[in-house]
């Protein structure tokens, strides 16, 4: 393969050598050497890949650049726009995958031979799975594939070699959607299967499936079973993109199986004012539309036969969407669309809500936790919806689901228990839909189901048509009582005074008075890193969160990562390795000291038995001391002096970053770094049953309140 001339960032830089930025930024300071800018801004510039290679490998920083980056730049880099060229690699890889003979005849030619032959190859192969609309989706690849473009595509095979077609364009896509991260509005996996499984059990026939606003297509990539895939999205490099990402997702295509192949129809154009699929009735369709759109064409669709329910006001674009779905499923079918919780109470929208109520359109609403899916402030709703059959009375019952309390420990978008908020959904909703047996009916009064108190509830009808039509969740579903009885109370109480004991008999000793402040000798993280006395690794592992709550007694699971949030806290690894990452994760060993570098904080953790083997998360560095050069615990106490974290902090306007190996500690014999190692630890002790003493604490007063206001517990006590 010829010498890439691709230029690179900072960014790309720390991800080659495997460190922060903060570390290049420190590279180009220090060494004379190091490569000029070729391009870029002053404050973003850009450098020669080639020399920036060349550099690492002499600086002992790179054995050799992995081929995923090599090829990442390379379409960075490329002439055409990075849609265009990724498109142009999806076809290529969709061409490997469902014919590998071929593939292998083109690229057994030279270059100017093959891109004569790949755009016939390219189209047959498209025709198989997108029929007609291939036309408009090979336009986004600029219809050829010139010559200056083989070398690119080459190395993509090379990469679907090493990583498998499919995952190679996950790569891709993924850093692509990075780059261009607000531009786009994305939804979650986790979210996307919760969706697709309410809307499509994977028991369930093989289904014909919509996503209207489809994004980058992961809506309909979480669909288990689907028999065809129907895709719009006002973006046509997009559209392009998500229609490649769900050929590449479903099963090869072959002579054997091309009639029982799953058809992707993917077509671009805004879905309310130009629909396209207008004759088309689907099964399911799962819906994350785009919220509190003012110009979604109210004046000019007053008369559209969708707005079978009544026409959306203005401010209600969401409801034009919620209408637009049930237009489109056949009797019976089911839509789910991601809510803002707006949309549930305004006024505006409340005839609309009551029409869908009274024919029975609306099944559920659910509420996840805030930091499900963007905007990750708020806790959005999930509506699903039944077009109505003809002949069937309207059920008389609606399903409310509340699980913003199920968000784990903290809650928020990185610490989110999402398999246990999948869980419960589907726990309520498949019985209450009749996909698990029939429902159980609602006790007189609307009471509540019997089952999770304080997560379902299924409601009259009757009950929810008042004036408001007010569908939020927390409006229906009682919450379940916390204060717990006195019993539990009182273990809580006991377990307080133990740990309050265990404060006070480690509580430091006083201070030891000195006549004068010692000085000693320093040196600083980077010469123990140069003289090998230890090694720094930066963490480079974005955690997705883990399927269950970790238990601190536990070791952790091999995929559990050590996040920035989790050594802020003091608690185990709770985040979870994602299904793909772009670098091998950093494996925690008992003895490490981990160090988060955003923040400006003087928060260090040594790793025990407990944490070791879980992975290193983001915005975390690891330094791992040899234990017959530095005391773990000596090197992570000195490490949290303020001093010390304010000479190797740098400022920017929104963050305060560490430069870890600007830290400093004294020149000390390993005799005397273990005394004050031994002291350290012991103050680290004393920190955590500080910390566990006051969350007791907070557990025992809101528990009281809950329980005299519940009247669970008796004023009397």
């Not at 930024?25 to 450098?47: I, M």
């Not at 606003?213 to 999205?233: C, H, I, K, N, W």
């Not at 830290?663 to 004050?676: E, F, G, I, K, V």
Request: charged share 20%; aromatic share 6%.
């Amino acid at each position: 393969m010829p010498q890439s001339a691709s230029e690179v960032t900072a960014a790309g830089i720390a991800r080659l050598a495997g460190v922060g930025r903060a570390a290049v930024s420190n590279w180009r300071r220090r060494h004379a050497d190091f490569p000029k800018p070729v391009g870029g801004t002053e404050t973003s510039p850009s450098f020669a890949l080639s020399d920036v290679e060349r550099w690492l490998r002499e600086q002992g920083k790179l054995a050799e650049v992995p081929l995923r980056e090599r090829v990442w730049q390379q379409l960075a880099d490329s002439p055409a726009t990075a849609a265009a060229t990724l498109a142009r690699a999806g076809f290529a890889l969709l061409l490997l995958r469902d014919r590998p003979s071929t593939w292998q005849e083109l690229t057994a030619r030279p270059d100017e031979r093959m891109a004569e032959l790949l755009p016939t190859a390219v189209e047959q192969v498209a025709s198989a799975r997108f029929g007609d609309d291939r036309h408009a989706l090979l336009a986004r690849a600029c219809l050829e594939f010139p010559r200056q473009a083989i070398p690119f595509l080459r190395s993509v095979g090379e990469l679907a070699d090493e990583l498998g077609p499919r995952q190679t364009y996950e790569f891709l896509l993924g850093r692509f959607l990075d780059a261009n991260i607000r531009q786009y509005t994305l939804t979650p996996p986790g979210p996307a299967a919760l969706m697709a499984a309410v809307a499509a059990p994977p028991h369930a026939a093989a289904a014909t499936v919509l996503d209207p606003a489809a994004g980058a297509g992961t809506l309909l990539r979480a669909v288990e079973r689907p028999a065809a895939l129907y895709v719009q999205e006002a973006d046509p490099d997009l559209t392009a993109l998500a229609a490649l990402r769900l050929a590449l997702h479903a099963d090869a295509v072959s002579a054997v199986n091309a009639a029982s192949a799953v058809r992707v129809h993917a077509r671009s154009g805004d879905t309310l004012r130009a629909d396209a699929f207008p004759d088309v009735a689907v099964d399911a369709v799962l819906c994350h539309p785009p919220f509190n759109e003012r110009n979604w064409g109210h004046d000019e669709l007053s008369y559209d036969p969708r707005w079978e329910y009544g026409l959306p006001a203005r401010t209600e674009s969401e409801l034009a969407w919620v209408q637009h779905a049930l237009a489109r499923l056949r009797p019976g079918g089911t839509a789910v669309l991601l809510m803002p919780p707006a949309a549930a109470s305004r006024r505006s929208g409340r005839r609309i809500r009551a029409g869908l109520l009274r024919r029975g359109a609306l099944r559920a609403v659910i509420a996840l936790p805030a930091g499900a899916a963007p905007p990750y402030g708020i806790p959005l709703h999930l509506w699903v919806l039944r077009k109505p059959e003809a002949g069937q009375l309207p059920p008389p019952e609606v399903l409310f689901v509340d699980t913003t309390e199920l968000s784990g420990a903290g809650g928020g978008r990185d610490r989110l228990d999402w398999q246990t908020v999948h869980n419960a959904v589907l726990d309520a909703w498949l019985p209450f839909s009749g996909a698990e047996g029939p429902a159980a009916p609602a006790p007189a009064g609307g009471a509540p189901q019997p089952g999770r108190t304080g997560v379902s509830r299924a409601v009259a009808v009757i009950e929810l048509l008042d004036d408001d039509v007010d569908l939020a969740p927390a409006r229906h579903v009682p919450p379940a009582a916390t204060g717990g009885d006195a019993a539990e109370l009182e273990r809580v109480r006991a377990r307080l005074t133990e740990t309050l004991r265990l404060t006070g008999e480690l509580a430091p000793a006083p201070a030891a008075a000195t006549a004068e402040r010692a000085v000693w000798p320093t040196t600083t993280v980077g010469e123990l890193a140069r003289a090998h006395a230890l090694s720094l690794r930066a963490g480079t592992t974005t955690a997705v969160p883990a399927p269950t709550a970790p238990a601190a007694a536990q070791p952790p699971p091999r995929g559990a990562v050590l996040t920035e949030q989790d050594v802020l806290a003091g608690g185990p690894p709770t985040g979870a390795l994602p299904d793909a990452t772009d670098d091998e994760p950093v494996r925690l060993e008992a003895g490490d000291v981990v160090v988060p570098v955003l923040g400006g904080g003087s928060v260090v953790r040594v790793v025990d038995e407990r944490d070791a083997g879980a992975v290193l998360g983001r915005n975390l560095h690891l330094l791992r001391p040899d234990p017959q050069a530095l005391d773990p615990w000596f090197l992570a106490g000195f490490l949290r002096g303020t001093a010390n974290t304010r000479q190797a902090s740098s400022y920017a306007s929104t963050a305060t970053r560490l430069d870890v190996r600007r830290l400093q500690l004294p020149r000390l014999p390993l005799a005397d770094q273990r005394r004050y190692g031994a002291r350290f630890r012991a103050l680290a002790a004393f920190e955590d049953a500080l910390r566990l003493a006051g969350r007791l604490g907070e557990q025992l007063v809101q528990g009281l309140y809950d329980g005299l206001t519940e009247g669970t517990v008796r004023p009397e006590r």
